[in-house]
């Protein structure tokens, strides 16, 4: 068994066809170490579930993992919901309706962001630091390299007079302020990220960090170029309810996940 995937929705391409999830891209592109794939990521996987259900795919001999996770342990999707607005009276009057939270929100996410990236602790909200899950692969696969992925930015350098456009299909935008703070987040989640990598790796962990975010300058949403992750896409016509492929990965996307691996790994 060469190659086992791991994380969450990023990882086992929500939305797309399962041939367009980044490990399937990464297994057709002929590398040795990729060409025996187990694909045991799930959406809307927390660190906790990766120890809990995932780790069980990896076995000793196991040569290659890769692992995407952290987004939904910072609550990233209620944060960017939180963000929303829309000039449209009805749809914000729906968005209103989350109000209250906004700022409990934001205040989470950035407590989750420095849990994450933090020293071996006990699990709170559903995640662990990123330095336990990285430290039971290690011990399950010991021989593995452990390539772990940050994220994309979501917001690009364009904005319309109204915010960032969010959607193609509804007029749903975010703030500049909102932006500029998302931006700092996600920054801040990938720093998180990568400091759980060192952590692990100063423990003997053979682990690395795959920045992604220059394989997508320039298609972020609102961005120079078409975007390689959804907006807010809506589950069926005349619903504002939102298709759980929103702020996932476009194919491009997922692609450019796969050239970010195998750049690193060359």
């Not at 944060?79 to 929303?84: G, W």
């Not at 696969?141 to 350098?157: F, H, K, N, Q, W």
């Not at 790796?201 to 053979?206: E, F, H, L, T």
Request: proline residues 5%.
């Amino acid at each position: 068994m060469g190659y086992v995937a791991l994380g969450d929705s990023y990882a086992s391409g929500e939305g797309l066809v399962p041939s367009l999830a980044y490990p399937v891209l990464l297994r057709s592109q002929g590398l040795e170490r990729f060409s025996t794939l187990t694909c045991a990521a799930r959406s809307g996987a927390v660190t906790s579930d990766v120890l809990a259900t995932q780790v069980s795919s990896l076995r000793e001999g196991t040569q290659t993992v890769t692992l995407t996770v952290g987004g939904n342990d910072a609550g990233f999707a209620t944060v960017v919901a939180a963000c929303l607005h829309s000039p449209d009276r009805r749809i914000q009057a729906v968005l209103d309706q989350g109000a209250q939270w906004r700022t409990s929100a934001k205040a989470a996410a950035q407590r989750r962001i420095a849990f994450l990236g933090g020293p071996a602790a006990a699990p709170q909200d559903r995640s662990v630091p990123l330095v336990r899950v990285l430290s039971e692969v290690a011990r399950r696969s010991p021989d593995a390299e452990i390539l772990v992925t940050g994220y994309p930015r979501l917001l690009g350098s364009r904005p319309t007079p109204q915010g960032h456009r969010a959607s193609d299909v509804l007029p749903l935008f975010v703030a500049e302020a909102d932006a500029a703070w998302m931006g700092a987040q996600s920054e801040a989640l990938d720093a998180a990220i990568a400091s759980g990598v060192q952590r692990a790796r100063a423990s003997g962990v053979r682990a690395r960090f795959v920045d992604v975010t220059a394989t997508f300058d320039g298609h972020a949403l609102s961005d120079r170029q078409a975007p390689w992750v959804n907006g807010v896409v809506l589950a069926s016509l005349g619903s504002l309810v939102p298709d759980s492929s929103s702020f996932h990965l476009t194919a491009e996307g997922s692609a450019a996940y796969a050239s970010a691996i195998t750049s690193a790994v060359s």
